[in-house]
């Protein structure tokens, strides 16, 4: 049975934005309702919690209501029948794809409701097509048609989809004027420590290389047909297949690099101290979590198959126990949503395509709370992905900042680095660096970062 309320419910990605509410808002926890696809795990925080998935009728009759991404399409008569004074959507980027089922449900919810709030600190994690379904939620009679936002600010598009960037400065102006309202770390924590990068570049033996310098050699035949392709469809089937092989030249990279990124993490062992380390891949999570094990280093891990409900223990356990040293994390799963300021060291085993994703990751250790500066440490190697990847994340980063700050940045060459590197390989300073925008008086409808 739907309830007719004045009261707030919030849409979010980790149950770490729970504790902030309860913080910031001075709200009983009684007051707080959760509703989570399992309960399972403490509750350590004294919560209401309601499965999703009960045959009960649910109440959203909390002060704050708060329910999950994924839970949103299972819940949506309830929650559209329902009255809600303010809807906040934290992390609102996980509304980028127009297709994806938690967009479709969310997108009525947040279009009814008096007033509502999108949270994030990347709101486009690569191209401004992401940006469209989180403006079209707050303000729908200016972002009203995709294909008309597509043409001008996406460099048009093929069929209707729209990969591309165009028209930056315009598009910058055009929501900060009607609903962005942005804040940068350094305008408003201006306390917090610095955050220094450095690429570490790993050698890579003959053995572990083959199979990437085998996939490479193959990349280049098709690379080299698809120029003296004879029609439209061989030159979109070779496309085909050039996107595959460099998936596959993705995996290939994570399993040559795995005893070069152990080796690595022995010094960290060494040195004793807390740190967080990302990866993509199954095999270089698995592995970097059987090293530690073996080497009875106390960890966590949190990937996409670990419960919503156990990670917030999880990362509890991590910054208040001195014993665990180290967490394992998926860029995905575990780069957003979570508080890890008890590290000061970063590292990233991998890249990932999405740059936004990459600073999401870093920014688990570099927020509220941290005391020291935050060394990030990316380990790249040479010949395989990471010389493609970086270009991509380079591209996609130059396109962001001058779409979200209205200014193009050019990467810096990396001082801080254990070996010499490619020039082309750069570091992610320009992504922060923003120019400072002045304030805009909030309207009914605003999202900020």
């Known amino acids: 049975m739907a309830s007719s309320c004045s009261c707030s419910i919030c849409l979010t990605a980790s149950l770490g934005f729970v504790q902030m509410i309860q913080q910031w808002l001075n709200i009983p926890s009684s007051e707080i309702l959760v509703v989570l696809s399992q309960c399972s795990g403490s509750n350590k925080g004294g919560f209401k919690i309601v499965p999703s998935n009960t045959k009960k009728s649910i109440h959203l009759d909390g002060v704050f209501n708060i329910v999950s991404y994924d839970t949103v399409p299972k819940l949506q008569d309830l929650l559209m029948a329902s009255t809600f004074k303010v809807v906040i959507a934290d992390e609102s980027h996980f509304l980028k794809n127009a297709q994806a089922k938690r967009t ?11 007033y509502v709030i999108l949270l994030s600190g990347t709101p486009a994690l690569s191209r401004p097509i992401e940006l469209f379904k989180q403006l079209e939620a707050l303000h729908p009679t200016v972002y009203k048609n995709v294909h008309e936002y ?24 055009l929501i900060k004027a009607t609903v962005m309202i942005r804040r940068l770390k350094k305008d408003v924590l201006s306390e917090l420590p610095q955050k220094r990068r450095q690429q570490v570049f790993l050698n890579l033996g003959e053995k572990e290389m083959r199979q990437v310098n085998a996939l ?4 280049e035949a098709i690379k080299g047909k698809g ?6 469809e061989e030159a979109n089937s070779l496309k085909f297949a050039e996107k595959s092989l460099i998936s596959k030249i993705y995996t290939a990279s994570a399993e040559a690099k795995i005893p070069a990124v152990l080796d690595y993490l022995g010094t960290m062992v060494e040195a004793n101290c807390k740190f967080l380390i990302f990866a993509h891949h199954q095999s270089m999570i698995d592995s970097i979590h059987e090293y ?4 009875k280093v106390g960890c966590i891990r949190i990937d996409g198959s670990t419960p919503s409900a156990l990670r917030q223990d999880l990362v509890t356990d991590f910054q208040e126990k001195e ?16 508080t890890l300021t008890a590290a000061s060291t970063v590292i990233f085993a ?15 250790a570099h927020r509220i709370g941290q005391v020291s500066s935050v060394n990030v440490c990316y380990l790249l190697a040479n010949d395989t992905v990471d010389d493609i990847i970086w270009d991509v994340v380079q591209s996609k980063l130059d396109s962001l900042g001058q779409m979200l700050d209205g200014q193009e940045k050019s990467l810096e060459v990396s001082t801080n680095q254990s070996h010499s590197s490619p020039s082309k390989q750069k570091t ?17 409808k605003h999202c900020r970062d």
């Open 104 to 114: 479709s449900a969310s997108l009525p919810l947040l279009q009814k409701a008096q």
């Open 150 to 173: 597509g043409s001008r600010y996406c460099k048009g598009g093929i069929f209707g989809v729209y990969q591309g960037a165009s028209n930056h400065e315009e598009l910058h102006s």
């Open 216 to 219: 490479f050699h193959e990349l």
């Open 227 to 232: 120029k003296s392709a004879q029609s439209k």
């Open 292 to 295: 530690l094990l073996k080497k």
């Open 323 to 338: 014993t665990i040293k180290a967490a394992v994390l998926s860029i995905r799963a575990g780069g957003v949503g979570l």
């Open 350 to 364: 991998e890249l990932s395509w999405t740059p936004g994703d990459l600073i999401q990751a870093e920014d688990r």
């Open 428 to 444: 992610l300073d320009s992504f922060i660096k923003r120019c400072n925008n002045s304030p805009q008086d909030p309207s009914k």
